[in-house]
């Protein structure tokens, strides 16, 4: 399996990628797994909160960018759509959510951590948004999600720069809500969540759903993935995942 589900704590449950081989990168059976993880826990009624982590001591390496290449507009347009069920699953969480950032999370890894409520940093850990060395527009709600926290001129910067923040640095700009030692994240993550828990729920599920409004108008999804998708047939992209492969600049 690519997706690990438990319940650490009474109340709590967890959900990890695990796919430790890739350094928990998202593919089809990692999003096949997300979805039904996310349905089952939302619907239990035993469970007051959710931590999203990834299994190895890391959090989520992103996309699974060769999985990309040589797509057609359609099938990138179809690829990027369920994806954004997980998305919209989390953004809507009527529990609290709490990320547990260890190590990195880089590109549709760092979209997924910053879907939660709160995001728990390890102090070496970095949020990557590489999306502009690769030719691609920054994905899984990042449109919506990252402008709320830091402002859109912010936004932009960290896009064009293709930023690699360390958790400091994100704390300080607020990309991340709480630090912890590197080895301490997941523990760390589920205490905060223990204590989310405590809130009563259906306040919280009816303010949450206040503040945030619908995923598809608030991250912008549908827009998102018919830019992202002729992205990706774009020789742009072509350019970008050959100097990734390659381990050097793109030249666009």
Same mark, same amino acid.
């Given at each position: 399996?690519?997706?690990?589900?438990?319940?650490?704590?009474?109340?709590?449950?967890?959900?990890?990628?695990?796919?430790?081989?890739?350094?928990?990168?998202?593919?089809?059976?990692?999003?096949?797994?997300?979805?039904?993880?996310?349905?089952?826990?939302?619907?239990?009624?035993?469970?007051?909160?959710?931590?999203?982590?990834?299994t190895g001591g890391v959090f989520c390496a992103g996309g699974d960018l060769?999985?990309?290449?040589?797509?057609?507009?359609?099938?990138?347009?179809?690829?990027?759509?369920?994806?954004? *069920?997980?998305?919209? /699953?989390?953004?809507?969480? %009527?529990?609290?959510?709490? =990320? +547990?950032?260890? &190590?990195?999370?880089?590109? $549709?890894?760092?979209?997924?951590?910053?879907?939660?409520?709160?995001?728990?940093?390890?102090?070496?850990?970095?949020?990557?948004?590489?999306?502009?060395?690769?030719?691609?527009?920054?994905?899984?709600?990042?449109?919506?999600?990252?402008?709320?926290?830091?402002?859109?001129?912010?936004?932009?910067?960290?896009?064009?720069?293709?930023?690699?923040?360390?958790?400091?640095?994100?704390?300080?700009?607020?990309?991340?809500?709480?630090?912890?030692?590197?080895?301490?994240?997941?523990?760390?993550?589920?205490? *905060?969540?223990?204590? /989310?828990?405590?809130?009563? %729920?259906?306040?919280?599920? =009816? +303010?949450?759903? &206040?503040?945030?409004?619908? $995923?598809?108008?608030?991250?912008?999804?549908?827009?998102?993935?018919?830019?992202?998708?002729?992205?990706?047939?774009?020789?742009?992209?072509?350019?970008?995942?050959?100097?990734?492969?390659?381990?050097?600049?793109?030249?666009?």
């Amino acid at each position: 399996m690519s997706v690990q589900i438990d319940s650490p704590a009474p109340g709590i449950a967890r959900i990890r990628i695990d796919r430790p081989e890739a350094r928990n990168a998202i593919n089809d059976a990692v999003r096949a797994g997300l979805l039904p993880a996310l349905e089952q826990v939302r619907d239990d009624p035993s469970v007051r909160a959710l931590v999203i982590g990834g299994t190895g001591g890391v959090f989520c390496a992103g996309g699974d960018l060769p999985s990309l290449a040589g797509l057609s507009e359609d099938a990138a347009y179809a690829r990027l759509r369920d994806g954004h *069920r997980i998305a919209s /699953l989390v953004w809507s969480f %009527p529990k609290p959510v709490v =990320s +547990a950032v260890e &190590r990195f999370a880089v590109g $549709a890894g760092a979209g997924l951590a910053l879907l939660a409520d709160e995001i728990v940093m390890g102090e070496g850990a970095m949020l990557s948004f590489p999306f502009a060395k690769l030719g691609l527009l920054m994905d899984w709600g990042l449109a919506g999600t990252l402008p709320r926290r830091i402002g859109p001129e912010a936004t932009t910067r960290l896009y064009a720069m293709a930023a690699t923040l360390k958790g400091p640095q994100a704390l300080e700009l607020g990309l991340a809500d709480r630090l912890a030692k590197d080895d301490a994240v997941m523990d760390a993550a589920l205490d *905060r969540a223990i204590e /989310l828990a405590k809130v009563a %729920p259906a306040a919280f599920a =009816s +303010a949450k759903a &206040r503040q945030r409004g619908d $995923a598809e108008e608030a991250l912008q999804l549908d827009r998102e993935a018919r830019e992202q998708a002729a992205c990706i047939v774009s020789p742009a992209f072509a350019e970008g995942y050959a100097a990734f492969r390659e381990k050097r600049e793109p030249r666009f």
